[in-house]
């Protein structure tokens, strides 16, 4: 009952802030409308706004997609459009939090020292494809490194089985941060011990965000966290005010335990990523664990994140890991990697562009949405036509309906170009990985869409050799030799339907 009371709390909660912003964007569009008609010098001066806006926004350093979505939104509703933008380009809240974000790039990548064994590691498993690392390391400034272990899950099953195993080992901190906080048998479980870990003097820190969670946490769950002895923050809180800063959400999913050890990938903690809850079938993710100097990495991705959430500038070297005794080389190289929204770099676009154009004889590909430009289209089918063996997986089901009908409208371009198709059979496929000519991976959480690609704060590690690149591969291809392969007669279709899928992609950057 108690449940049941809870969840109606949430639902209501969330259904009063919709309404109140629909209710704010509707006074708008009757202010401009209104106005509009009482003085046809304000619908002029209005439109002249739009006109100019619409070329700004065409000269803009930006993706087409954005671009295309604003002057089409811009020249529907040309008087409001121009206006509209404005309104949401230069809010004040915005631009400050643009300026502390980039604040805290800085700071995080001041403490992250470039590592030349690291890098020559790298170059020695791909000396064919070195340009990724050092790209990474030199421009991003994610340093590459050739020491501990890498353990790949296949499952969000064996990703909580490890996290079940490490989590008690804490003797310092864990910092925890996710996309998605449900209620349930997995978050229950992992909140038992981390309960029992700030009883033994360990510090505990948990981030999650707050639109992930928009529906499956109560509206002061931080508050709860609190009161049992946890840190916790919600990441860029929704409030019913229109602006675009509510796109950029906080879409990484980082555990950091003592700074020695780190996961990541795309195991948010609810039941449906281990299968104790059926939404769409079998679900099936993929994780990584780094143990060694890439785990620092990811802490201080978590310790950045923590700063744009309380707004104040953490001690970052107090969490800096002491090696008593340092990791063996690994024979391999693992370099961890975050990307922001909000700088002028999109680097989770240029890892998986360098990724497909590095390919010499295999790409294979793992993502649950496939909504993309033209020039990753392009990538891939010239992949395809210069006799790369490219294979993508998606879902069969579906979790946002409009998302995978756009996702089926790439198809027939690429299996035009010798792209080969698979729909992961009876269940929804949530895994994020790249595998390149079986020696390079990434796993993470960047889906192939434009919110992951240039709006969310997103994670992911590169690897460069060594068992774990071939663990990806080899549950790859495991895993669609039991899905069905999508022909391109499967994707014949009539005018109308060609219409209204391009009409679809013209709006992809908003989906």
């Given amino acids: ?43 002029s001066g209005l439109s002249l706004i739009s006109v100019l806006v619409a070329i700004h926004v065409v000269s803009r350093h930006e993706k087409s997609g954005f671009k295309l979505t604003w002057v089409f939104s811009i ?11 404005l309104f949401t380009r230069l809010q004040p809240s915005t631009v400050r939090f643009r300026k502390h974000v980039l604040r805290s790039l800085e700071a995080v990548a001041s403490r992250l020292s470039p590592d030349p064994e690291g890098l020559a590691e790298a170059e020695r498993q791909c000396p064919e494809s070195a340009l990724l690392p050092r790209y990474l390391q030199n421009c991003a ?70 639109m992930g969670c ?31 800063l509510q796109n950029n959400r906080d879409h990484r999913k980082i555990i950091s335990i003592d700074g020695r050890i780190a996961y990541t990938g795309g195991v948010n903690l609810a039941d449906e990523y281990i299968n104790r809850l059926n939404r769409f079938g079998t679900w099936r993710d993929a994780g990584i664990l780094v143990e060694g100097s890439a785990a620092w990495s ?44 909000l700088d002028k770099e999109n680097v989770a676009e240029h890892v998986y562009m360098r990724l497909i154009q590095s390919a010499q004889k295999t790409l294979y590909i793992s993502t649950p949405y496939l909504v993309v430009d033209d020039a990753m289209i392009s990538a891939l089918t010239l992949a395809a036509k210069s006799g790369v063996d490219v294979r993508i997986l998606t879902p069969e089901r579906w979790d946002k309906r409009l ?23 009876g269940g929804f496929n949530h895994a994020k990985t790249f595998v390149v000519d079986h020696k390079i991976a990434t796993v993470g959480t960047i889906n ?56 679809l992609r013209l709006f992809a950057p908003l989906m």
């Fill in 403 to 425: 998302v995978h009908i756009t996702t089926r409208s790439y198809y027939r371009d690429l299996l035009s170009a010798g792209v080969r198709i698979w729909e992961f059979s």
């Fill in 141 to 210: 400034r994610f340093p590459v490194y050739a020491d501990g272990r890498t353990q790949y899950f296949p499952s969000g099953e064996s990703y909580f089985q490890s996290l079940l195993e490490e989590l008690p080992k804490a003797q310092k901190y864990i910092f925890l941060e996710s996309f998605i906080l449900a209620e349930g048998y997995m978050w229950d479980t992992v909140l038992g011990i981390l309960r029992e870990k700030v009883r033994q003097g360990v510090l505990v820190r948990v981030l999650y965000d707050d």
């Fill in 298 to 341: 990811l802490t201080l991705m978590f310790l950045q994140m923590w700063s744009l959430a309380t707004r104040q500038k953490p001690v970052y070297d107090r969490y800096l890991p002491h090696m008593e005794t340092p990791f063996p080389p690994s024979g391999c190289a693992v370099q961890p990697y975050a990307d922001s929204p």
């Fill in 1 to 43: 009952m108690n449940k049941i009371r809870r969840a109606r709390g949430i639902l209501t909660y969330r259904c009063a802030i919709a309404a109140i912003l629909l209710a704010q964007i509707a006074f708008l569009v009757y202010m401009v409308a209104s106005g509009s008609r009482a003085s046809k010098w304000i619908s």
């Fill in 75 to 85: 020249l529907a509703l040309p008087v409001f459009g121009g206006l509209f933008y």
């Fill in 448 to 503: 192939l869409d434009y919110r992951s690609l240039y709006l969310h704060f997103e994670c992911g590690v590169c690897l460069y050799g060594g068992q774990s690149v071939a663990d990806v591969e080899r549950d790859f291809l495991k895993t669609i030799s039991h899905c069905r392969e999508i022909r391109l007669e499967d994707c014949r279709a009539g005018w109308f339907k060609r219409t209204a899928l391009e009409i």
């Fill in 214 to 244: 928009f529906f499956t946490l109560p509206r002061h769950y931080r508050a709860t966290l609190e009161q049992m002895g946890i840190e916790c923050q919600v990441f860029n809180p929704f409030v019913p005010f229109v602006s675009l």
